[in-house]
Every structure is written in structure tokens, then in C-alpha cells.
């Protein structure tokens, strides 16, 4: 973006010269020769305008995607199924009419919405889901019998 900056900055410079120098050419052939490359200038000139005008088009969209899952995220709240398992859940008071369900966590970090889908219940009683973003699979429901490994820093007494 800042070099398509520069290179209209510079090429209104030019053509600011060229046109300054117009007044004192008397000949008209070198007259016309100055007016095509000031004429060359300025389209130079415009061309890196629509650039940088593209380029704040495609920010700003850009910007309102995360203004939006911002304002989305802020509808599901992280929950342990246990076993290490989570899942982002719908706040009911933020359904809107929407029915309640699941999207995956890793997709959630990541800034995409992807809703888990029921796929079986397994033997140990356990619904299994499946994420249709990164086809990871979830078993939900009952806590498994291992429990979480403890996290300690190494570096602490």
C-alpha cells in the first residue's frame, strides 16, 4: 500500500513539473511531447489511486469480518465435556430463536463458526460429533475415567 503511495506521490510531482515547464515551451511539438508525458503522469497517477482506494476497500471488509465474529463469539461460552474435551456452547440467552448447539473450539480460536453435528453415541455412552470445518471428532457426555494430567511449571519450587 505504500508503495503504490509513493508511486502516485511521485507521479503528481512529475506532472506538476512537466506542467510548470509547459508555459515556457514555445515550440509545439516539443509542447505536445511534454503534454503526452504529463497526460502519462497523470494516468500513472490515478491508476495508483484506484489501488490504494481497492486496498482500503479490501481492509475495511476485512475489519468488519472481525468486528462481526467478535460480536458472535461473544454468544457461546467454553464448556468441558470432560475427558479433555471442549466445545463452544449457544448462551440460551443469546439464541435469538436460534436452537441450541455446539461449535467446534479449534475452528472458534481460528475466527470460524462451525457447528459440531451429531453423528452416533458411542458404547461408553457418549454422544460423538462431528466438526464439518476440520473434521475433528468429539466424544460429549460422560467424564472418562483417567483424569487430566496435572499441569505444573517446571520452573516454580
Avoid at 506538476?16 to 502519462?40: S, W
Avoid at 448447539?101 to 472458534?108: E, K
Avoid at 452416533?120 to 462431528?130: A, H, I, K, L, V
Amino acid at each position: 500500500m505504500a508503495a503504490e503511495f509513493l508511486a502516485g506521490l511521485s507521479a503528481v510531482k512529475t506532472a506538476f513539473d512537466i506542467a510548470k515547464g509547459l508555459k515556457e515551451i514555445n515550440d509545439t511539438a516539443t509542447r505536445n511531447a511534454a503534454v503526452i508525458e504529463l497526460q502519462e503522469h497523470i494516468l500513472t497517477a490515478q491508476q495508483a489511486q484506484a489501488a490504494l482506494v481497492d486496498c482500503i476497500r479490501d481492509l475495511e471488509k476485512e475489519v468488519a469480518g472481525f468486528e462481526a465474529w467478535k460480536a458472535e463469539k461473544q454468544r457461546y461460552k467454553l464448556v468441558d465435556y470432560g475427558g479433555g474435551t471442549f466445545a463452544y456452547e449457544l448462551k440460551p440467552e443469546a439464541a435469538d430463536g436460534e436452537p441450541g448447539h455446539r461449535i467446534c473450539a479449534a475452528c472458534y480460536q481460528k475466527g470460524h463458526k462451525s457447528i459440531l453435528q451429531f453423528d452416533f453415541r458411542t458404547q461408553n455412552s457418549q454422544d460423538r460429533y462431528e466438526c464439518p470445518g476440520c473434521q475433528a471428532t468429539f466424544d460429549l457426555g460422560t467424564t472418562q475415567s483417567r483424569p487430566m494430567p496435572r499441569i505444573t511449571n517446571r520452573w516454580s519450587p
